[in-house]
Nanobody, 119 residues
Framework: QGHLVESGGGLVQPGVSLRLSCQASKIFFSISTMAWYRQVPGKARELVASISSSGGTKYSESVEGRFTISRDNDKSTVYLQMNGLKPEDTAVYYC?????????????WGQGTQVTVSS
């Protein structure tokens, strides 16, 4: 059973940066697309960014140009570098491994890490 653990969240002021990390275990990490989602109370979970096994990236319009997703296959870790944080970035951020043949079509989620942007 795959396991994802996020870290790096916290309370920060607008304009500063944070880097989230997601450590994966028991999945075929190097051949897996990985993604970051976020969710605020009362709203649906939102896809923030994804990175394919070959390094191709996609971003939501709301974070394009400010956030960068990256991966380190040797460490089975995916990162989300968040620059220029805004109050509207406040959310619980989740790491995700989407359903894929390598995982037997299983989808995995981390437990989430809270990011709060406030002055």
């Amino acid at each position: 059973q795959g396991h994802l653990v996020e870290s790096g969240g916290g309370l920060v002021q607008p304009g500063v940066s944070l880097r989230l990390s997601c450590q994966a275990s028991k999945i075929f990490f190097s051949i897996s697309t990985m993604a970051w989602y976020r969710q605020v109370p009362g709203k649906a979970r939102e896809l923030v960014a994804s990175i394919s096994s070959s390094g191709g990236t996609k971003y939501s319009e709301s974070v394009e140009g400010r956030f960068t997703i990256s991966r380190d296959n040797d460490k089975s870790t995916v990162y989300l570098q968040m620059n220029g944080l805004k109050p509207e970035d406040t959310a619980v951020y989740y790491c995700n491994s989407p359903p894929a043949p390598a995982s037997g079509w299983q989808e995995y989620w981390g437990q989430g890490t809270q990011v709060t942007v406030s002055s």
